[in-house]
């Protein structure tokens, strides 16, 4: 039980967001109103998904040291499990953007670079179910997974800086931050990337388990 802490900890602090996130007091801003309320949802999610996409970047460049199945069993699922957090990101920044840009998908460079990095990730599970061979399989699929974590972090960090961006932070858009959330609303967005991160190490970890036993089931 000591060592499921991080479990308890992660409802608790994604109780606590929820509450805020519904019912605490956020800032009156133009346009916005009480959509800012989706800062505690939206981001933590894409903060999130970075951190599992680069622990599963990780598990690859240790399978490929030391050839270890498991270690690619570990990075597929934390693929898997960004890749869901990627999704839920999208529909959460949809539904914002429907509201404070009238549109659920304007012509904007940085929801466009999202579109083609969680395409990348598409095709990384689409290259695995391509293999027969499990090793062939790992070892193809644990080189593209790193290359495609080093294509998507400038894609969806550096690429939106270079070009007008209707989001916060890009295009030579003030951060979001500076000027609407105050220290109140860090008291929870903070918390929320701690949770949402969590809540995916839990969900991969259990993912990571039932492939185990396909596995030994299969052999």
Known sequence: MTKNWWKALSVLILTYVMLQGLMGVVP???????????????????????????????????????GRIGDDVVAVEFANTAILFGLLGCATGSLWANFTWGEPWPNDPKLNSVA???????????????????????????????????????????????????????????????????????????????????LGVWITELRVRVRRLKIVLDD
């Open 28 to 66: 009156r801003q133009p346009i916005l109103n009480e959509s800012i309320r989706n800062v505690y949802f939206h981001v933590p999610l894409w903060f999130g998904m970075i951190i599992l996409l680069l622990t599963s970047a990780i598990f690859s460049i240790k399978y490929l040291r030391n």
């Open 116 to 198: 083609v990095g969680m395409l990348m990730y598409l095709a990384y599970l689409i290259l695995r179910g391509s293999f027969d061979d499990e090793q062939r399989r790992a070892r193809i699929s644990a080189v593209y997974n790193i290359f495609a974590f080093a294509v998507f972090v400038p894609l969806i960090f550096i690429v939106p800086r270079l070009t007008d961006s209707l989001h916060p932070g890009n295009g030579g858009n003030p951060a979001f931050g500076k000027y609407d959330m105050n220290s109140q609303m860090r008291m929870v967005f903070y918390p929320a990337v701690i949770g949402f991160t969590l």
